[in-house]
C-alpha cells in the first residue's frame, strides 16, 4: 500500500509517498508558490500540484502533519487555507485521510515527543536506508508523517479526518 504524507505549508508543501511494503520511499519533494503570486493563484498551485501527485502516484492513505502554531501566527490563515486546499484535492482520490501532531510524529518515530527536529530526521534517514537525510526540511517532516502513518494506523483508527 502507498501512503502519501503532507507537511501542509504556504510557501512550501512537502510530500512523501512511502510504500508499506518493505517500507521503502517512491518519492519525495516540495510543492512551493512563489511570493508574487496572488493568494488565489498560490492555492490553485497547491491544488493542481496536489491532484498530480494523487494521479501520479496514487496513494491508498494520506497522512497530514496536523497545524501548529506556537510563535508566528501571521501565517496561520494562509498556511490553514493551503491545507484546506490539500484536504479537498486528496479527497476527490481517496476517502482515507488521517493526521498526526507534531507530538504524535515524534513519539512514533523516536519514542520522545519531545525528541528535537533532527532526530526525526535521523530516524526517518534510518527507517527508509536512505544514505543521506531527506532536504529539503520540509520533505523529511513529509515522510515523516508517512512512516508514523504505517507505524500507527492500525492502532488508531481515530486520526482520520
Known amino acids: 500500500m502507498k501512503v502519501l504524507g503532507i507537511d501542509p505549508g504556504y ?3 512537502g510530500y512523501g509517498v512511502v510504500e508499506t511494503e ?35 502516484f496514487s496513494p491508498e492513505q494520506v497522512a497530514f502533519e496536523e497545524l501548529f502554531f506556537n510563535t ?22 481517496t476517502d482515507k485521510l488521517f493526521e ?11 519514542g520522545n515527543g519531545r525528541a528535537e527536529k533532527k532526530q526525526v530526521q535521523f530516524m526517518v534517514k534510518n527507517i ?11 520533505a523529511a517532516d513529509a515522510l515523516a508523517v508517512a512512516l508514523t502513518h504505517m507505524q500507527t494506523n492500525s492502532l488508531m483508527s481515530d486520526n482520520s479526518i
Open 11 to 13: 510557501n512550501i508543501i
Open 22 to 56: 518493505g517500507c521503502k520511499v517512491i518519492d519525495y519533494g516540495v510543492i512551493t508558490t512563489p511570493k508574487t503570486m496572488s493568494i488565489s493563484t498560490r492555492l490553485y498551485t497547491i491544488y493542481q500540484a496536489t491532484c498530480e501527485l494523487m494521479d501520479t
Open 72 to 93: 508566528n501566527n501571521t501565517t496561520a490563515i494562509p498556511v490553514a487555507e493551503a491545507r484546506g486546499v490539500l484536504i479537498v484535492a486528496c479527497k476527490q482520490y
Open 100 to 110: 498526526y501532531t507534531p507530538l504524535q510524529i515524534k513519539q512514533a518515530l523516536t
Open 128 to 138: 527508509l536506508g536512505l544514505k543521506a537525510v531527506p532536504k529539503p526540511d520540509d
